[in-house]
């Protein structure tokens, strides 16, 4: 096997309609002919992500929901997971419906009848009503926490919700303060009808602190008996940060949040112009320095 590379699906290997254009698919079919397993990590749901991953025709695994779980990219069973313990769930999401949000609780749906719980009587954001429908994703509504109970806060992979930025980030702050090392909470730049990057709807989103995409990334390559030495990264939002920290080759992309950059040893073009077909080649072309190679 020539390596593994992980590639993040919106904002990368999705163009700006949320698709997999037909120079990215072929990146990926070059990929796999040259020994190399690819990884889709992204921070949707298998079921949100069961489209692109049959685009590409994937039938190896996959890091969803954040890098909280590692499916089978066919059949979306979970292979491997980290839930947020039942307790804090509660905690959390009583702190979103205190201040008028309906909190998401992303549930395993390998071990529930539904992906989502939707908690409280605020109104959701139009980019949430878009994003559903446009999965078709099984959710339940409750009015209270005290209702959610009664569906359970077990299985529940991340705490979330989406609202403007300048609401979000103040938020983000707080529960960062408050729930210190029991929970990583960060809030970005929400996938919306009109755009896939910028957007000022942002999503929160909470999930064990101990859950990344690399934390399931060295998982998928501890099952394999992998080194890290050959794993390859490329991204371009906050949830992209830990793996292309600590990949041996990390490629951000030309839309990538600034605070990715200074963590890439190379920068694609943008993903509304096939970046990740481009640095494909590069890479397949021999043309990419591993960090190593160019002494550092």
């Not at 009583?94 to 719980?117: I, K, M, N, P, T």
């Not at 990057?197 to 995409?213: C, F, M, N, Q, R």
Request: glycine share 10%.
């Amino acid at each position: 096997m020539a390596g593994l590379i992980a590639v993040d699906l919106d904002g990368t290997l999705l163009d700006g309609r949320g698709r997999v254009s037909e120079g990215n698919r072929r990146a990926v079919d070059r990929l796999r002919e040259a020994g190399w397993l690819l990884v889709p990590a992204t921070g949707r749901s298998w079921r949100e992500s069961r489209r692109t991953l049959e685009a590409i025709g994937h039938e190896g695994v996959a890091v969803t929901a954040g890098g909280s779980v590692m499916s089978d990219a066919r059949t979306g069973e979970t292979i491997e997971r980290i839930a947020l313990e039942a307790p804090l769930v509660g905690e959390l999401a009583s702190v979103l419906v205190e201040q008028g949000l309906v909190a998401h609780l992303l549930r395993d749906h390998h071990a529930c009848d539904h992906d989502y719980c939707m908690v409280g009587t605020g109104r959701l954001d139009p980019a949430t009503t878009w994003w559903l429908d446009q999965h078709a994703v099984p959710v339940r509504h409750v009015a209270s926490i005290e209702a959610s109970h009664a569906v359970g806060h077990e299985h529940v992979l991340r705490v979330g919700a989406i609202d403007r930025a300048d609401r979000l980030a103040p938020l983000c702050e707080q529960m960062r303060a408050r729930f210190g090392d029991r929970a990583s909470v960060q809030a970005w730049s929400a996938v919306t009808a009109e755009q896939a990057t910028g957007s000022v709807t942002h999503l929160l989103e909470i999930y064990a602190p101990e859950s990344d995409k690399w934390t399931m990334l060295k998982r998928v390559c501890a099952a394999r008996g992998m080194g890290h030495d050959r794993v390859v990264a490329v991204g371009d939002g906050l949830n992209d940060l830990q793996m292309l920290r600590e990949a041996a080759l990390s490629i951000a992309m030309g839309n990538a949040d600034p605070r990715l950059l200074e963590h890439a040893d190379h920068v694609a073009p943008h993903h509304a112009q096939d970046g990740f077909a481009h640095a494909v080649d590069m890479l397949l072309a021999g043309d990419l320095a591993w960090p190593a190679e160019a002494g550092r």
